[in-house]
């Protein structure tokens, strides 16, 4: 059976029941975010208030024997009566996708033949970045295991995430304070969930009795991360403010910013705006260009604003001037001097 792992989290928080009464946990996928949630509360989620003495936990994380595996599930535990492995050595399910050796075809069987008669007084938490389904320990843990898919979320579909944690903090979003976070987020094709908890529970506390949360919120809270001068940046840019793009640009040279990655902020907002105006020039309405882009219909609307201070051919030539002052500053070219030439002749 599977769970959400942020439903999993929150149980596990809260000392709740899962949904299937089970002792092996599969916690799978790409973000580290939830697989090393689920980990930090196993322990006091299996071992309630047992003392940290008590508690027998056993980690396997490099270099693991599959027997020595074996010995330690079916070891009574002495103390509490209850057992924790958390089993995280990715090399015993990895495998080569082109050829599978007849060792490792062996050794997952194994794996998969112990985990399938695990004793009731053990809790095994599985954490893995990958494993592939077709193999004999995945189809196991299918029918027997609660299996969380930690999978990474992409940047364009993080408003249910972003709802449901404002939720769990108490508090609900505004109708356009949404769409800032992702603008904050624009430069990035995944969403840093870790990052994004830890300025939520400060947006929270910010927000403290007012349980509605305003775009003027999310921008004081989220104005100190290092993304958000590629925000303000392409702000100024879309809104054609000539003079708050220079002054920014003067105050990140002050900082010691290096301007590739300013660059790079830039040229995902040009071409984000010239795909904007070629889907509108062929008679897609806001909507359309909304699913066509993948992105939060109140974006699309705020830049379909936007791109009317533009023509294409000055968006065009803007890209092109940046993506050479990028070749530039690998030769030594000149960095900030030059892209505040092209800010001027764009926006100017």
């Not at 699309?300 to 000055?314: D, F, G, I, L, W």
Request: proline share 4%; hydrophobic share 40%; with cysteine.
């Amino acid at each position: 059976m599977e769970i959400k792992p942020e439903d999993l989290i929150l149980r596990l928080k809260l000392h709740k029941p899962l949904p299937q009464p089970t002792n092996i946990i599969l916690a799978v996928g790409t973000e580290g975010y939830y697989r090393t949630e689920i980990t930090k509360y196993m322990a006091d989620y299996v071992y309630g208030d047992t003392p940290d003495e008590d508690r027998e936990i056993t980690y396997f994380e490099k270099d693991t024997n599959v027997k020595e595996l074996e010995a330690v599930i079916n070891t009574y535990p002495f103390f509490s009566g209850t057992s924790l492995i958390i089993l995280r050595d990715e090399k015993l399910w990895k495998v080569d996708k082109d050829k599978v050796s007849e060792a490792k075809k062996k050794q997952i069987e194994e794996l998969a033949r112990i985990m399938s008669d695990v004793p009731d007084y053990c809790t095994i938490l599985i954490v893995a970045e990958s494993m592939d389904k077709r193999m004999k320990l995945y189809k196991t843990l299918k029918d027997i295991a609660l299996i969380a898919p930690c999978d990474s979320i992409k940047v364009r579909d993080i408003a249910p995430w972003l709802n449901a944690q404002a939720q769990s903090l108490g508090g609900r979003f505004e109708y356009d304070a949404i769409p800032a976070i992702m603008d904050y987020l624009a430069a990035a094709e995944e969403a840093p969930l870790a990052l994004l908890t830890q300025e939520m529970e400060k947006l929270a506390v910010y927000a403290g009795e007012r349980k509605t949360w305003t775009k003027q919120d999310v921008e004081t809270i989220f104005s100190a991360l290092p993304e958000a001068a590629f925000y303000a940046l392409n702000n100024f840019i879309a809104d054609k403010n000539l003079v708050e793009a220079l002054n920014l640009l003067a105050d990140e040279k002050k900082k010691g910013k290096h301007i590739l990655m300013l660059c790079g902020g830039v040229q995902a907002q040009l071409r984000k705006m010239l795909r904007i105006k070629e889907l509108a020039k062929q008679g897609y309405d806001q909507k359309a260009i909304a699913a066509e882009l993948k992105l939060h219909p109140y974006v699309v609307k705020m830049s379909m604003q936007q791109c009317k201070n533009y023509t294409e051919e000055a968006l065009l030539k803007a890209l092109m001037d940046v993506g050479e002052l990028n070749k530039g500053l690998r030769k030594g070219g000149r960095d900030f001097p030059r892209f505040e030439e092209i800010l001027v002749e764009l926006m100017g």
